[in-house]
């Protein structure tokens, strides 16, 4: 007789953080699976308000809150590519395949099984793994109401929070580190309020035009010598987390006009304006939906590729900026990012490093 088949049931999310519905999804593989892989998204993207727990931190939860399920769980990081879907299912399947093969499962005889449930555009990518078996997921309903982290992360930073909604223990982990990290949870409240005030001016003028209204900004990528030319960020959002030197459009302007003062404005650079302009390369906008946690806020993205010498253009930052810095095209880590910006720097780039395969392989 054969080798039995394994089944290997593959759960995708960001778990910001782990609740009741996603454990409730993980109990209903032990009938149907022999293991399950969880594979938690946006793994390195700085803190920020809905992002607020890092991935270690989240894998910390994920592996509290499944303690009661008979089945072997596995967890491995998956990062995001917002504007190169292919790349991020192909960061899928190398993360099963390595998986498979430090478990020793022969591909052969593995069924894998995609599970989740469809509950917005965000869930699309349910459908673009047509090899491996789809089991829907239900969604949570508590009251007759769907749960979802959004609603449980307001909860924890802002109260009053309803345990039984979300699953009192996983509730409890969350706010444990919360009692323990006042640092970070006061960023991250503090990014919370900004983002809500962003949002509601920016849906007060919707109202009065009926329509929505997208947000219209500019930001410079600047390489020179293996070094790209970013600024520390000094107000919500992003405080504290490198950047490319942009901003909103004002009126009257072009983007590259915006650019082109925003990059002064913010980074000083000794040089001349008309010389920076000769040396464009490149424009692309960049307006992925999820890509600002402020709304609907798109942005062009301009490429000033100066000449290679032995010593940097001079900058100095300005007074909305904590700092600005040529950084080393391989030092630059998404973690340390603003927004997408580094999804920015890889799609106009190439020489931005991240190996994905290298990464998994270390916590696999």
């Given amino acids: ?125 349910l459908r673009w793994f047509p090899e491996w078996k789809m089991i829907a997921a239900d969604a949570k309903e508590h009251d007759g109401q769907i749960i979802n982290a959004t609603e449980m992360r307001e909860q924890l930073f802002f109260g009053p929070a309803e345990l039984d909604r979300f699953g009192a223990s996983h509730m409890a982990l969350a706010q444990d580190w919360i009692a323990q990290n006042p640092k970070p949870v006061a960023q991250i409240k503090a990014e919370a309020v900004f983002v809500k005030s962003y949002r509601a001016r920016t849906a007060q003028a919707e109202a009065v035009f009926g329509y929505p209204i997208p947000i219209n900004t500019a930001d410079s990528v600047v390489v020179q010598s293996g070094h790209v030319l970013l600024v520390e960020r000094k107000s919500e959002p992003g405080r504290g987390l490198w950047a490319l030197p942009g ?20 980074a000083g650079l000794d040089m001349p304006k008309g010389a920076m302009r000769s040396r464009l390369t490149a424009r692309r906008v960049f307006d992925h939906p999820e890509r600002s946690e402020r709304g609907w806020v798109r942005t062009e993205a301009f490429v000033f590729e100066l000449q290679d010498r032995a010593k940097l253009e001079k900058i100095k930052p300005g007074s909305d900026a904590i700092n600005a810095a040529w950084v080393p095209i391989t030092a630059i880590t998404p973690d340390a990012m603003f927004e997408d910006h580094f999804d920015i720097l890889q799609a106009l780039v190439p020489d931005v490093p991240f190996a994905y395969a290298s990464i998994v392989m270390a916590h696999a």
């Fill in 247 to 266: 901003g909103h459009i004002d009126q009257g302007e072009t983007a590259l006009d915006a650019a082109v003062r925003e990059l002064y404005e913010e």
């Fill in 1 to 125: 007789m054969g080798n039995k088949r394994h089944s290997l049931a593959v759960f995708i999310g960001r778990f910001q953080p782990f609740h009741i519905g996603h454990h409730d999804v993980v109990a209903s593989m032990v009938s149907c699976a022999d293991s399950l892989l969880i594979l938690v998204g946006s793994a390195y993207r700085a803190r920020s308000w809905k992002n607020p727990f890092s991935y270690a931190e989240r894998t910390d939860f994920i592996r509290q809150g499944c303690s009661d399920i008979r089945l072997p769980v596995d967890i491995l990081p998956l990062v995001d590519t917002l504007y190169n879907d292919r790349a991020w299912a192909t960061n899928v399947r190398t993360a099963v395949q390595l998986h498979m093969r430090a478990k020793g499962l022969d591909a052969a005889d593995t069924d894998i099984l995609l599970t989740g449930f469809e509950k917005d555009q965000s869930s699309r990518y």
